[in-house]
């Protein structure tokens, strides 16, 4: 329970239910705003969040274009500070909406495009925002490789165990390498990046595709979780932590 974990906040960002989730496991964290995402002040701490953001406007928050901002900003802004902080040995998980910026190109449901949204290709995967808000069904993929097996449990924790599992889902990245059922990474037996859980929702559009990643970047690692795990499966944030931060 030692590690030293931040998370962002912007506009449009959706902090406050990572704080719920942060709360019920009685886990500290800092809130860091654009100011503080530098390098310098990224290596304070041993994991750092960037959650998801509002594409409607909540809580006093986001609206489309400000969705859009937060998104941009990631990419424009961030970067290059948050790639150095990786590659020297910094841990991040992306929540939700935040994901679509990590990996190779990114589509909106409606306007298939990426709305002008660049993305880091710090993953291989392609994103698509889902077309659902509720609960979604998961279940841990299973490799025959023990590093790989160990992401898996060490991320998931408890829920390794299970053949499926409910979380909650806001209009996420679905994540697929070539077509929608290409979710293994070539070189994910080998030391490359893995799909640590799909969908299995009934869901047409998202079932088979990838809902959590894990990739290693230098010296550090990083998660791209489409879900919101800080509700009914809120446990997973600490399993995450617990994993990152070995």
Excluded: Q
Excluded at 61 to 78: E, Q, V
Excluded at 96 to 114: E, N, Q, W
């Amino acid at each position: 329970m030692a590690e030293k974990v931040a998370l962002y906040y912007d506009e449009a960002s959706g902090e406050r239910y990572e704080e719920k989730a942060f709360k019920k496991l009685g886990r500290p964290y800092t809130k860091i705003g654009p100011k503080r995402m530098k390098v310098k002040e990224l290596e304070k701490f041993d994991v750092v969040f960037i959650p998801g953001a509002f594409p409607l406007k909540r809580h006093g928050k986001g609206g489309f274009i400000s969705f859009l901002k937060f998104l941009k900003r990631l990419y424009n802004d961030y970067s290059e500070e948050m790639v150095k902080y990786l590659e020297g040995g910094g841990r991040m998980v992306f929540v939700c909406a935040s994901v679509g910026v990590l990996g190779r190109s990114i589509r909106f449901p409606y306007f298939h495009s990426s709305l002008g949204v660049k993305t880091l290709s710090i993953f291989d995967f392609h994103g698509v925002y889902g077309p659902k808000i509720g609960t979604v069904d998961l279940s841990p993929i299973r490799y025959t490789s023990k590093r790989a097996s160990d992401v898996v449990r060490g991320l998931l924790g408890k829920y390794s165990d299970e053949e499926v599992f409910t979380t909650l889902y806001f209009r996420g990245p679905v994540m697929f390498y070539g077509g929608r059922d290409d979710i293994i990474h070539p070189s994910a037996e080998k030391g490359g990046e893995i799909m640590v859980a799909k969908y299995v929702d009934r869901h047409l559009k998202m079932y088979g595709g990838g809902a959590i990643a894990y990739r290693e970047v230098g010296e550090g690692k990083v998660v791209a979780c489409s879900v919101h795990p800080e509700f009914s499966t809120w446990d997973l944030f600490e399993s995450m932590i617990e994993y990152l931060s070995r």
